[in-house]
């Protein structure tokens, strides 16, 4: 990463001279950010993840999949952690957001507290969430990654700026991939954040469409596999549907971080048509088959992607603020 952000500035057309220091890059994060302010800001971040993990199991994928919508919705700036007052409907009460868990936002809450007993008034929540999202999918098998730091917490938490920017299960291919270059992320950063499925869960009413009456030809999704379909549709009936019910979104090995979610859609066991979509299109299948062909190479990938992932629409410096809560702005 460092090679592609390190940008060289030319003086007098032929001498090259990087325009930021080492270790920090062009947007002003850097490894050492809180040396001296918090040094052991990764400790207390890990010590307080690891206990909420043990405690729910549910935390990491509730937590990675917030991350996420945050960095999309205003860059990642920890507004999607915002609570609604009655002058403003946040982010996070979205109708897109009404699923997302309390346990992802526990994690964040309980690490910001943590923090302030310790090295009050200096770690951002958006650094929170970077570093806890980490830690939560190396504990659950994922990859490491070391994280920059630096990120500055947002001032805007508005519902209204949500619609367009989050994905969704019915948008085609070149819909997504364009979603995702607005953000500045590669087609190949999709199909490897993608991967964040193989941990999680859905509600039924994200692949219902899939396993009922799903074109006037077939009843089920062809592309599904149907002994999979039929098998959702006992938890998702037609008649009587608990909205509250949801289906694991990796169905091999649903609680560990690995490539098996691509493995899955080479045997029409994607959950969401957004996920079986992937293997199918030519822009996207080439991707698939590498990804399951070597776990090593998603994880090298996925932590590429979520480096470049945790860096949209950042705000450093003097922009935004530091938040004393993470739920709500300083005024
Ligand atoms: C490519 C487009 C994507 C679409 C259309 C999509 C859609 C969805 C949907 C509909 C759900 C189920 C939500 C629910 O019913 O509660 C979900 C869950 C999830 N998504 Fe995505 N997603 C996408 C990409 C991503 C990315 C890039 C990540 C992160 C790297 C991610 C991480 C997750 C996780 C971890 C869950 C499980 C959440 C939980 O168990 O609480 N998704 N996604
Ligand atoms: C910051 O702390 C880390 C870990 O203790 C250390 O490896 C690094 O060299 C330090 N950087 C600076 C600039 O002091
Ligand atoms: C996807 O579904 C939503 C409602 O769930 C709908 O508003 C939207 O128009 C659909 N988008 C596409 C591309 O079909
Ligand atoms: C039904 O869906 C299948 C698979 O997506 C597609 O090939 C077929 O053309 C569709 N049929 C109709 C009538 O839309």
């Keep these: 990463m460092d090679r592609v952000q390190l940008c060289l500035t030319p003086i007098f057309f032929l001498v090259l001279v990087p325009c930021v220091a080492r270790g920090t890059n062009a947007l002003g994060l850097s490894y050492d950010f809180y040396n001296k302010t918090c040094p052991n800001v990764e400790k207390i971040i890990h010590n307080v993840v690891s206990q909420k993990l043990l405690e729910a199991p549910v935390t990491a994928a509730g937590a990675l999949r917030i991350f996420f919508h945050d960095c999309f919705v205003e860059g990642c700036d920890a507004s999607v952690l915002i609570a609604s007052r009655e002058s403003n409907k946040a982010e996070r009460d979205a109708e897109i957001n009404l699923s997302l868990p309390g346990d992802g936002y526990d994690v964040f809450f309980r690490a910001k507290r943590a923090l302030e007993l310790q090295c009050p008034g200096f770690v951002s929540c958006a650094d929170v969430m970077a570093i806890a999202t980490r830690d939560l999918v190396n504990l659950v098998g994922g990859p490491r990654w070391e994280v920059k730091k630096g990120r500055r917490d947002g001032l805007i938490s508005k519902a209204s700026r949500v619609d367009g920017n989050l994905p969704q299960v019915n948008q085609t291919i070149p819909q997504l991939i364009s979603l ?7 087609t190949m950063d999709m199909v490897a954040l993608s991967g964040g499925h193989t941990i999680g869960f859905s509600h039924c009413k994200e692949f219902m469409p ?3 009456g799903y074109n006037s030809t077939f009843d089920i ?3 599904m596999n149907q002994e999979y379909a039929r098998t959702l ?12 019910v949801v289906a694991l979104n990796d ?3 649903p609680f ?4 098996a979610y691509y493995h899955n859609l080479k045997k029409g066991l994607g959950l969401l048509a957004s996920d079986q979509m992937l293997v199918l299109d030519p822009l996207t299948r080439g991707y698939v088959d590498m990804m399951a062909a070597d ?3 998603f994880f090298n990938y996925f932590v590429e992607s979520m480096i470049k992932l945790g860096q949209v629409g950042v705000k450093t410096g003097s922009d935004g603020e530091i938040r004393r809560r993470c739920d709500s702005f300083n005024n």
Excluded: A
Excluded at 180 to 186: A, R, V
Excluded at 256 to 259: L, W
């Design 256 to 259: 560990i971080f690995d490539n």
């Design 233 to 244: 549709r006992s938890p998702c009936p037609q008649r009587h549907l608990d909205p509250t």
């Design 251 to 253: 169905v091999t090995t």
């Design 295 to 297: 776990q090593q190479l």
């Design 221 to 223: 999704d062809p592309t």
């Design 180 to 186: 995702f270059k607005s953000k500045g992320l590669s």
């Design 210 to 212: 899939r396993i009922y």
